[in-house]
């Protein structure tokens, strides 16, 4: 399957999934890839810790701006990229076109990604470290 258009989902869409994100962005400069959160805060910014861990690795995401998943961005994705199974779960559930195209970001080492929100930094750079470290497992199968 080509994969043009990646989406990635946590819950705000504050912390995880803009983190992810942009390590996709930065990867794939020529794909399409977004993120959005299933109960997103609609308009805010990534959380202030999250875009520490990022420009600590030279990554700008001070452009993010959170949005809520709709059947349109899941319908445009090629491949959705979640951070546990409860979301992987409740996707499907709710979008059943959805099957066959979610995966957690940890599929490969069978992994959630933790929500660091309202932790310290120390969460947040252990969670990014994570990302990074799921989103390089995905190379070869994008």
Not at 89 to 118: C, M, S
């Amino acid at each position: 399957m080509q994969i043009n258009n990646i989406l990635v989902v946590c819950i705000g869409n504050i912390c995880r999934s803009p983190m992810a994100e942009y390590f996709f962005k930065q990867e794939y400069p020529a794909l399409r890839i977004h993120s959005a959160g299933i109960s997103g805060l609609t308009g805010h910014s990534a959380d202030e810790k999250a875009q520490l861990c990022m420009q600590r690795l030279g990554i700008d995401m001070s452009g993010h701006v959170a949005r809520k998943l709709n059947a349109e961005l899941i319908k445009q994705a090629d491949l959705i990229l979640v951070m546990s199974q409860n979301q992987q779960k409740h996707i499907e559930q709710a979008w059943p076109f959805a099957k066959g195209k979610t995966f957690r970001l940890g599929h490969w080492q069978g992994k959630n990604v933790a929500d660091p929100y309202r932790h310290d930094q120390s969460v947040f750079d252990e969670t990014c470290q994570l990302i990074q470290q799921y989103a390089a497992d995905w190379k070869k199968h994008i």
